[in-house]
């Protein structure tokens, strides 16, 4: 933040803090963006003023490049406001903001729970390094409430992982009761926010440990692969900060520029995108071929009571789940005729994906409630009149190939 001396007469909106934060170097005689600081070695004068910078290995003053550097904080900086952290740790991929600070808060002997829609490398990375390092993941139903959770934790009992909305089949979570119920248990509650981005503010709802995925609606533009870690409180900011460096934990300035360049127009992005999004998933939510539109932000769709409870706006991805009549290769038929959805994993950037998830519903504490195909949609910033023609399009091909004749209401 340039004015952390001025008085502020009111909150200023998000639009207004993206337009700002992390951009300290404009108040000295500067260019409008940071600086791309790229470096391995940091000289000094003189061995005593080496020695003196080697004891803030903490704080943002490295003595070598694999701390970061001015680069990395200020994009450190954007992330905490967004989320209403107080500290950042800027990480390699998503996937490593998830994995950090799981090391961070686990060790040998120790349990922790993961809710069942949690994001697929999450779990691989569950099942695999942590159970190799002795520690127990025990899946719970992402519906689950504090009682529930309550009745799951152990005396070694050291995280409580959440991921909300799930990224694949979109369960709402009640943060705020699981946190509690983790934290009279003295756990530590993990959270994928990459859903929320700033829509929910973890802080808030009892989450001690924010995770997002940059890659996605950050950058905005699907060339960057980043990852946040975000605390609220010191002795959490520290666990963290000395497990990333433990792990030589490490992002590419460059990557950390683009992605400052992508935050300046995410609100605006996000806006479009919650609007297109949300338009889709009604249209699709009118169509006979669709068995449920799993949107939060859409009235009646499953987890909406409580997204609209903790949540101040949503993302612009979203799964369909189609009629049970329909097979997966019909899904798929109609996914292939698609002419301005490109097929991939990933989201948040300008362009709008598509992806058949059928075979990544992996559920091991309860049945997952659909029959038919499912199909996840990212919404990007094309014209929407266009996106819809081009899926009224995809639902002839799905109707012909599943040799049904569903009349179109
Ligand atoms: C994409 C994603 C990640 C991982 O991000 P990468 O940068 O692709 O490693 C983590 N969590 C969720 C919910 C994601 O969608």
Redesign the pocket.
Same mark, same amino acid.
């Given at each position: 933040m340039p004015d952390d001396q001025a008085p502020r007469n009111r909150p200023q909106a998000l639009a207004t803090r993206l337009s700002h934060a992390g951009r300290a170097g404009t108040r000295v005689r500067g260019f409008v963006n940071p600086p791309l600081l790229r470096g391995s070695t940091m000289l000094y004068p003189s061995c005593e003023e080496r020695q003196a910078a080697g004891a803030t290995r903490l704080d943002q003053a490295p003595n070598y490049g694999v701390m970061g550097n001015a680069t990395h904080h200020a994009l450190e900086d954007v992330i905490a406001e967004i989320e209403g952290g107080t500290r950042c740790q800027i990480v390699s991929?998503? !996937? %490593? %903001?998830?994995t950090t600070p799981l090391l961070a808060y686990l060790k040998s002997g120790d349990h922790c729970l993961v809710p069942d829609s949690v994001?697929g490398? +999450?779990r691989a990375f569950c099942d695999g390094l942590l159970t190799r390092l002795g520690i127990e993941t025990t899946y719970y139903r992402a519906d689950i409430d504090a009682a529930g959770i309550a009745a799951m934790m152990r005396p070694n009992t050291a995280v409580l992982y959440l991921?909300s909305p799930g990224?694949h089949t979109f369960e709402v979570q009640d943060v705020p009761g699981l946190a509690g119920a983790a934290h009279a248990r003295g756990a530590k509650v993990l959270m994928?926010n +990459?859903?929320g981005i700033h829509f929910f503010q973890p802080f808030r709802h009892g989450v001690d440990v924010s995770?997002q995925?940059l +890659?996605?609606y950050v950058v905005g533009h699907s060339d960057v !692969? !980043?990852?946040s870690v975000t605390t609220a409180a010191d002795e959490d900011w520290k666990r963290v900060r000395l497990t990333a460096l433990a792990l030589g934990q490490y992002a590419s300035p460059d990557d950390c520029w683009l992605a400052l360049r992508g935050v300046r127009t995410m609100s605006v992005r996000l806006q479009h995108q919650m609007r297109s999004g949300l338009a889709v998933a009604e249209w699709f939510a009118g169509r006979p071929e669709v068995a449920g539109v799993l949107h939060p932000a859409l009235p009646g769709a499953p987890g909406h009571d409580l997204w609209r409870r903790d949540f101040t706006g949503a993302c612009s991805l979203f799964g369909v789940v189609f009629q049970p009549e329909f097979s997966n290769a019909a899904a798929c038929a109609m996914v292939d005729s698609l002419e301005l959805f490109g097929i991939g994993a990933?989201?948040g950037g300008f362009e709008s994906l598509v992806l058949p998830t059928t075979g990544h519903v992996v559920r091991t504490a309860g049945a997952w409630d659909y029959d038919g195909p499912l199909v996840r949609f990212h919404i990007g910033l094309e014209d929407i009149g266009d996106l819809i023609a081009d899926l009224d399009r995809g639902l002839a091909v799905l109707r012909a190939h599943s040799g049904l004749r569903v009349q179109p209401g």
């Open positions: 991929s998503g !996937l %490593a %903001a998830v994001y490398p +999450t991921e990224s994928d +990459t859903w995770i995925a +890659t996605k !692969l !980043l990852g990933s989201w």
